[in-house]
């Protein structure tokens, strides 16, 4: 159906006030799946936000959703040491239909570090902070994974989730020491110990990322084993898989070193962590088929221009994030033509976006690209395929 979009008045936007811009976030999770009941599978977390105040302000609103915030745990306390005095943190109030809550103190102040602790479930649908099962050996294993794109950054941890609100990150993973942990960055230590309940974790401390808005950051924990190539003597590729499909990552490996030499000259940009369903990602030669390795080269492909075009260039908010998944689209289809058959490419190209989207945008159901949004709802159906394909095919015809 149509996505039509919700006019409110001021004081019920959507949107987040725009006094405070978050700096830099200290995140610490620890996953807790080793329950025999699954439904009981949570995380724990605590977060520092480093903020500033384009306007003095005696109140602080971040968006959560899912989450058990802890009360006595939230702490401010400004850059600064005022001879006035610190201001004091009084109580904060949910708003549970815009997935807002708001952080009230007794006096204003301009530069903030805020600091909490919190809680929420690990869920089996692919948003936020979630597990998934497979079998290995006949024996049922968990593994935790994220999907924070568009809005589900705001159920793994209080945040300013807007794809404009940009900030640093650094990530602590409190992980069994039978596992291992991912995430964007490479992992500066994993010195720390912490036993709880009988079962020892190691904490993994991730190197600090760029500036980037959160729906880029993402981690998993599991058992996952790994695959290396050394690109220029200097970049460290990787692929992780299961430990029977380590193998059939290799293809996907090595297509990824020829695309990064590629990319690399073509946007200057350093690659960070990638996530792939496993279908998109392995291939054997042996059981799979040419489109299966055409379908493994365009992920690949598309995320890596993503890691360019997202991070750097990002829309003020998500009525025009269309053109960020168009162009990157579009890149990567280039960067793929080169890589692999020219004409099959655009043969897929035409048949597999062009003519399903030219199908789609002739009914009752098409919508505008640009629209205007403004719940989490509007938001979340803005996904699909006039999104992922029009985009691409609008900018297809224009070049």
């Known amino acids: 159906p ?25 995140v610490t999770l620890q996953p807790r799946m080793y329950n025999t009941d699954p439904d009981k599978f ?54 549970k239909e815009r997935q807002f809550v708001t952080f009230w103190l007794d006096k204003t102040t301009e530069h903030y570090w805020l600091q909490m602790d ?7 649908e692919p948003v936020g902070l979630y597990y998934s099962e497979y079998m290995d050996n006949n024996v049922t294993k968990y593994m935790v994974n994220t999907q924070l794109q568009p809005i589900y950054a705001r159920k793994v941890f209080p945040c ?23 995430s964007n960055m490479p992992i500066d230590n994993s010195d720390e110990h912490i036993e709880n309940n009988g079962i020892v974790f190691q904490k993994d401390v991730y190197a600090r990322t760029p500036t980037m808005s959160t729906y880029l950051l993402a981690f998993a924990v599991c ?25 059939d990552t290799l293809t996907a490996l090595h297509f990824a070193e020829d695309l990064l030499g590629d990319f690399k000259d073509f946007f200057a940009v350093k690659i960070s962590f990638i996530k792939a369903r496993k279908h998109h990602l392995l291939y054997n030669s042996a059981v799979n088929t040419k489109s299966t390795y055409d379908r493994m080269a365009s992920t690949i492909s598309r995320q890596f221009a ?18 960020n998944e168009a162009v ?29 989207v030219m199908e789609l945008d002739s009914t009752d159901d098409t919508r505008p690209l640009s629209m205007q949004v403004q719940t989490p709802a509007e938001i979340t159906n803005l996904f699909d395929d006039i999104y992922f394909k029009k985009g691409v095919s609008i900018v297809r015809m224009a070049n």
């Open 2 to 26: 149509t996505l039509k979009a919700l006019k409110l008045p001021r004081s019920a936007s959507y949107r987040l006030p725009d006094s405070m811009i978050p700096l830099y976030y200290q």
């Open 42 to 95: 949570v995380f724990k977390g605590s977060v520092k936000i480093h903020m500033r105040c384009h306007s003095p302000t005696n109140n602080i609103t971040l968006h959560a959703s899912g989450l058990i915030l802890k009360r006595t745990s939230v702490k401010f306390f400004p850059e600064e040491r005022s001879f006035l005095g610190d201001p004091k943190y009084t109580h904060f109030v949910k708003d």
């Open 118 to 124: 919190f809680k929420g479930p690990l869920r089996t």
């Open 160 to 182: 300013f989730d807007e794809p404009a609100t940009k900030a640093q990150f650094q990530i602590n993973i409190l992980r069994p020491a039978n596992r291992i942990s991912l």
């Open 223 to 247: 058992d996952f084993h790994s695959q290396t190539r050394i690109f220029n003597d200097s970049i460290t590729l990787k692929t992780w898989a299961q430990p029977r499909f380590a193998n």
């Open 306 to 323: 993503h890691q360019w075009f997202a991070a750097r260039v990002a829309p003020t908010w998500w009525t025009d994030d269309w053109v």
């Open 328 to 356: 990157a689209s579009f890149l990567a289809r280039i960067r793929i033509t080169k890589l692999v058959s020219p004409c099959k490419t655009d043969e897929i190209f035409v048949a597999e976006t062009l003519h399903p």
